[in-house]
């Protein structure tokens, strides 16, 4: 067990919804990431928050956003979904926001799927 | 960013070695790291190399770098069933921020 939450484990929805996916760090980690996971793409890195502030972000489209709040828990905002959003959400976390070694630790992932 | 290119499917039979190999474009990461995911899980850090050394043992496992090549390879000894699974090289990004770019990924398969 990682310890990196991850909620809901699955989600089923239609084209042009909107979906929240949530994400709880582990105990002490600051800093949160989400990774999209398709079959076409691969894992590719999102959005990265460090202690409530973005940090660093990949390939995220302008129709997906995300926050940290205070209490350092992680949500995924995905809206006017389309087929292609259909994919292996995955949040990690570690303890810091930079720095030499990368320690992350993924949670078990959202699998989302829009029909 | 980086490039980072893996086959994506390995077979060996139980008990046989196991080399997973990684190309990269971006020689400039300090480290350098292989994850495990297993079915239905996210990913998991196996190991980890550090951008100067050439070789690292774990117990089973040992990374090879080649920084010339741009070559990075895992090996399993012995391997069992419960290796099956995907195994992603990762590679940290350069702009100062902790996040990973992930390798494609290899299923490793292994045969009773």
């Known amino acids: 067990d990682s310890g990196v939450t991850q909620t809901p484990k699955h989600l089923i929805t239609a084209t042009g919804q909107r979906v929240t996916l949530r994400c709880s760090p582990r105990s002490g980690d600051l800093s949160v990431y989400w990774y999209q996971q398709s079959l076409d793409q691969g894992l590719q890195f999102l959005i990265q928050?460090?202690?409530?502030?973005?940090?660093a972000k990949g390939n995220i489209l302008e129709r997906f956003s995300a926050q940290q709040f205070p209490d350092l828990h992680s949500e995924l905002n995905l809206s006017s979904l389309e087929l292609g959003d259909s994919a292996l959400y995955f949040c990690?976390?570690?303890?810091?926001?930079?720095?030499?070694?990368?320690?992350?630790?993924f949670g078990n992932g959202t699998r989302l799927t829009v029909t | 960013g980086e490039d980072v290119e893996q086959s994506l499917f390995l077979s060996v039979r139980e008990g046989d070695s196991s080399v997973i190999n990684c190309t990269y474009t971006?020689?400039?990461?300090?480290?350098l790291y292989w994850y495990k995911q297993e079915p239905g899980a996210g990913l998991q850090l196996l190991t980890y190399?550090?951008?100067?050394?050439d070789m690292k043992q774990d117990q089973r496992l040992t990374v090879l770098l080649n920084k010339k090549d741009k070559h990075l390879s895992l090996r399993i000894a012995d391997t069992q069933t419960g290796d099956s699974a995907i195994y992603f090289c990762a590679f940290s990004d350069q702009t100062g921020a902790n996040n990973l770019f992930f390798g494609t990924g290899t299923r490793l398969t292994v045969i009773p």
């Open positions: 990690a976390s570690s303890p810091t926001g930079t720095g030499e070694r990368v320690a992350l630790h």
């Open positions: 190399i550090f951008s100067n050394m």
């Open positions: 971006d020689s400039s990461s300090t480290y």
């Open positions: 928050y460090y202690n409530g502030e973005e940090r």
